[in-house]
């Protein structure tokens, strides 16, 4: 653990970190925007489109509604896309530099957090009823799928062996047992809920609430909203990928790594264009029976493999 | 084995309650003497902490005193709000009616407190602990004629628990006795001196000790406000004063009542990780965590709401403090400390919203975060560590509390997967209720239901606790390791055993924080490059082109989560709530009028009656305890 | 123009996002702008994307002969519409209040207002009733060259 | 609308990305429980009326189908049968096949345009692009029948304005077969898919009383069961020549009036084919020489319900009024029976569901000031206010 401070720095900001999440994360956006437009019988924007649209955004002016709370109005999307760049370093460093550091599965849980919390707050603080709304329903659906989420962790914290480093969890069973399976079923359900897409784009739902907790973001800020949403599309496949895929790989076994997150990423896309979305009640509903239900099976049957020893459970 | 550090012990009781005595019966005239009296005071207390504090790994003995590290790092803390709390108080409390009285209460609450941290003798304690019982009941009370009722709940409480305190003392003090004594009065009077001594380690087993464990816990319980003893706390925290409610339910409590839980757990009792007392005591922590956080989901006022939360912090403590591991129990404990930080900065930053506004109802509050920036900003970070939102403090000692809990699944069972859940599940509503908070009072729609125009920020000396408070958040979050291992470390373990354990290999905070700062920073340069912070256009609220009109279209924060309240299931759950139905008051306020009106009859007024009464009272009395069957 | 509005500039030419505002139109432009954006034509080849509020919005896509109710609103979501930022006055009813200019409710023409508003502004016209969606391409091309 | 601070409302619009034309709603929630609605309509109010009064009859045509873009042969349609009654004129035989050709291609395209937008309301995008990829033929042939995709300009005074060839035939059915296939597939593919159930059924509930308490009209109404189609009960066109159903639907939920609309789609492919298999050679039109004073009503079944004109003539080239009433005039109203109770996201739902055209709507406008509690008559007390003033009138003399 002894690294130098400018070697935190640079992977924090070039490598595992800010820069390469970043590029990534646009990519992911083009191929999501592409897929969608496909599955549309369209043809899509050019692949430069979600860099030209940050770009724009930079350009534009701010401006600030007058009820509005100036401070936390532009700093909340900070907190989020800070939350989101850390989150991204530390499954990084764990996929990249396997031996130079090591993560904590909480931590992580926590991390993710940051963003969802972030335009939470930034849509409280905006001033408009509207963006209230979203607000609120933001934080349903944060208390909607976190129990499900939580039990999938548990799930994996049993099955790797009651640790909670995610270098040790990369290298344990991940999804080849019976709960494991389960638990990233659990978790790809929940991070399409995370990630605030059709089913579960309920917060956001353009055609009611108009963008939500967004509403009154221009210019900047919403650039750096769009950004941490761009990071979170190269995050949670990821996280799916280091919980129950055994992590991106080493050398040419990386090829085999991109190919799960290509994968996981269409799936998302094709579950985002494949359904209408719910109303916050029904996935409240959705997610505290059906999918709680399921992820208890997980975690139960991983603490019944546990305690009797039988591994494929 | 005297010497001048024991003697810190007595002296941190005496001196407050006398005092405490002074400042009652300085004229009120005098108006800085009272408040001189309470500085002298907390300053030479803190300087006996800071002595103990420098030796925490020496047991101390005075008479039936004993310190060792947990002790004085309570006590420390306990001086420690006491004096944020005085800061609060002269802001508010000097120009009061009864301040005399508030001080004077103030003063004999930290000597009773230092009483209880201190003392291993059964009768020392008891009164320590009764004596507390009464000046939360005064305290309550001094907010006037609102709060009597919420006073009187608290008595009885509290009171009932005292009684049950009383009963375990008592079991223990029979189990204390060497194994023949039983035998005869005299026996019982040569061995009492010993067997009053609290710390004996007895097992939780046979009659007395199951008894005497369960009712020890419920004290614990009820201090500290766990289910089921709870009910008192939403009560005081609404209607006390703001001081008395961050100083009481908010901070000092805490500390006592998990300090005794603490010592229920290692010294009173002892038992092993697979003992059923540990299951009781997890299943009491996840139930007080969820359904103190549900009720808090839909309380309206803002105090009452948070002593809904000092109710469900708790059970992370008990949760931490049940897995029996170094690494839970430093959780628990430093959760125990991180709570009363934040959740004082909390009750003080609501003091200070309802006395520029003039009310705590978040229905009719809205829009103060431009007006009282400094309260705004300090509450927003302790209502984020509350929440256990990484870097704050309050993540750290969640993160602890887990995997204190992992832990324990991985020496067997699966229950542990419950309590975990109703943690990790417990902190989302925990965010998700003061959402409701901070979007109510200080970010959305300014409100037109009170005067926004005479709304402005309070006085110094009642935003400087809350900074610091706030301050404290973060410093003991980014830098936990300080406050681990100087406070907490030498309580639990030995300092080498607790650094061996590696707890932090894995998370390293200050660089993380400082990477979190790093993009902040950044962002701030990125908004000065594109945009001077202060030309931004300003423009009004979009609402899709029809004029924003306030009054009417606003979304307030108690209208956030309608749509989990009216889910089918929680909706009865809170309707039988709200009539009472688990609330052992209510239940048993009803039932005791119930039999007390049977008992009433039985008063006829009359001599002899009362005479027989004593008489079979005394028989009674002699057959249980006297071992006369 | 200081280096911040020519970046601007430059990133709306290729994600020019649009704002949609029926200042009275028939429902014909409406439909079909949005048809613009259907597989047939498909406008997020050239970045185009329809947004739920003039706050993110680019271009301000107006159809209609503004009518007195929508004059205010009209000036708001300019008002709300970050700059720089274009106005397109969307079909017959847009550029000259078409058929509706004597009707007794009917205010005057989009570039009226928009201009009242903010002299500076870019508007475009794009002629048609219905445009027809070709129409709309080769004006947004037109438009996006125009800022 | 009552200014008690314990209501909260929501406003949405004028501009609102669920609504295509200016229109304000404001929403009284609890939570996100709608509990009372509002709206306040005007935005699109061009005074088509009174510019009609200085406009002569042919010019007339080209001014009402603008009054809604979706409606655009529906209101011509609707004026030309007023001054066909008024002028008591015949149409040819095949101009009547023309004319319902063209309004069962609107309704085509205007129940698919309504699907696809109703997907884009509940999110379900790829539900949108399909929808109107499937509607892009139907826009195709009426580019082949009339000439343009949008406001065909086909109707006149005395028939149509331009003939079908017959060489176009075969181009039609073909694009028929190509249309239907996917009509049949949305019909089959709605009922099966269980989200999409889950988000349409049970939501927005008209029932049949209600339907017809609020005079709902067209597939609004049919979707609560209340069977009303003025094509039926009051035949024009060639719709008593064709063989065709009613599509009727019970439970009066979005889903029902999603299934109305799609079944309709079947029957309107059916009444083309049939049209253009019992096409008649013939004239397009018989000239109008003159309007002779008096006044005529015309009705017409548009996709959205009962399109309903009024013409006074004095015997110039203008009439001397021209009332207009579109379907949405009726059924917007029942939102108020429809939405109360609903949340929020299901409201927006439903008011899509009645497929609401305002600026059909707007055709004369009540002006309140806004500060006053009084509030617009809702119909009922509107049709109870004219009652108690008859029987005024008549107490009278």
Known sequence: ?313 | MLNQLDLIMPLAIVLPLFTGILAVIVPSRLKVIKELIVVVTLVSLLIGAVGLAIAPNQELLWGGLRSDGLAVFIFFFTVFFAAVNAIYAFGTESEAERSNEFFAYFLWTIGAAAGVIFSTNMILFLSFWGFLGLTLYLMIGLAGPSASAAAKKTMLITGGADAFLILGLAMLFLLNLPGESVDGLAALMSNAGSAMDLWSQQPVSGTYGVLAFLLLSLTAFSKAGALPLHTWVPDAGEKAKPTTAAFLPGSLDKLLGIYFLYRICTEIFSFSASSWAVIYLMAIGALTIISAVMLALVQHNIRRLLGYHAVSQVGYMVLGLATLNPIGMAGGLFHMLNNAIYKSALFLCAGNVEDAAGTGELEKLGGLGKLMPLTSISMLIAALAISGIPPLNGFVSKWLVYRGLIETGEAGGALWIIWLLAAMFGSALTLASFIKVMHSVFWSTPSTRINLEKIREVNYFRTLPVLILAGICIVFGVAYTYPLYTFIAPAVATLEEFVALNLFAAWNAAVAAALLVLAVVAGIFLYWLFDSLKDLRRVPTWVGGSVHDPERAYFPGTEFYRTIDEMPLLNKIFSLQKKGYFDVYELFSGLSLSIASYFSNSHTGVLTTYVTWALVGLIIYLFVFMGMW | MNWKERLARWGIKRSPWVYHVNTGACNNCDIEILDVLCPRFDAERFGIKLVGTPRHADVLLVSGPVTRHTEQPLRDAYEATPKPCAVVAFGACGCSSGIFKDGLNVNGTVDRVIREEDPEAIITYVPGCPPRPEAIISAAVKTLEAL | MSKSPEKKVIPFGPYHPVLEEGELFELTVRGEVVEEIYWKTGYNHRSIETIAETKTYDQICFLVERICGICSHSHPYGFVRAVEDLAEVEIPERAVYIRTIVAELERLHSHLLWMGLAGHFIGYNTVFMWGWKYREPVLDILEEVTGNRQHYATLKIGGVRRDLEESKYEKILDMLDDVEEKCRMLLEAVPEDPVLKSRLQGVGVLTEQEARDWGTLGPTARGSGYDIDVRRDHPHAAYDWVDWDVCVEESGDVYAKTMVRLRENMESIKIIRQCIDQMVPGPIENEVREIPPGEGIGTYGAPRGETFHYVASDGTNSPIRHKVRAPSFNNVPSFEASCIGEEIADVLLTLAAVDPCYSCTERSLKLTPTSSDERLLTPRQLLEASRNKTKELIDQC
């Open chain 1, 1 to 313: 653990m002894a690294t130098d401070w400018y070697m935190y720095l640079l992977y924090f900001l070039i490598f595992p970190g800010f820069i390469f999440s970043l590029l990534v994360g646009l990519l992911a956006v083009w191929i999501d925007r592409k897929v969608t437009a496909r599955i549309q019988w369209r043809v899509g924007p050019p692949l430069l489109q979600p860099v030209y649209d940050l770009v724009k955004l930079i350009g534009k002016e701010v401006l600030l509604p007058v009820g509005a709370q100036p401070l936390v109005f532009l700093f909340a999307p900070l907190v989020g896309l800070a939350g989101a760049v850390l989150a991204a370093f530390l499954l990084g460093s764990v996929n990249f530099l396997q031996s130079s550091f090591v993560g904590d599965l909480i931590v992580l849980v926590y991390l993710l957090f940051l963003p969802s919390l972030a335009i939470i707050i930034g849509g409280s603080a905006s001033g408009n009823p509207i963006s209230a709304i979203g607000s609120s329903r933001e934080m349903k659906l944060i208390l909607a799928y976190e129990l499900p989420l939580a039990l999938a962790v548990i799930t994996v914290i049993i099955n790797a062996g009651f640790t909670l480093n995610l270098n040790n969890i990369v290298a344990g069973p991940g999804a080849a047992s019976v709960s494991g399976f389960l638990a990233l079923l659990v978790t790809l359900i929940c991070v399409q809920a995370k990630l605030a897409v059709v089913p579960f784009d309920i917060p956001e739902a353009e055609t009611e609430i108009m963008e939500g907790p967004l509403v009154e973001y221009s210019g900047l800020p919403l650039a750096i909203f769009k950004t941490m949403e761009a990071l979170l599309l190269y995050i949670l496949p990821l996280y799916v990928i280091t919980l129950f895929l055994g992590g991106l790989g080493e050398g040419w076994w990386m090829l085999l790594g991109v190919l799960k997150y290509v994968l996981l990423l269409v799936i998302i896309i094709l579950i985002k264009n494949t359904n209408p979305r719910l109303r916050i009640d029904q996935a409240v509903n959705f997610f505290w029976t059906k999918v709680t239900a399921l992820a208890l099976i997980a975690a139960g049957l991983a603490a019944l493999g546990e305690i009797y020893g039988v591994s494929w459970l």
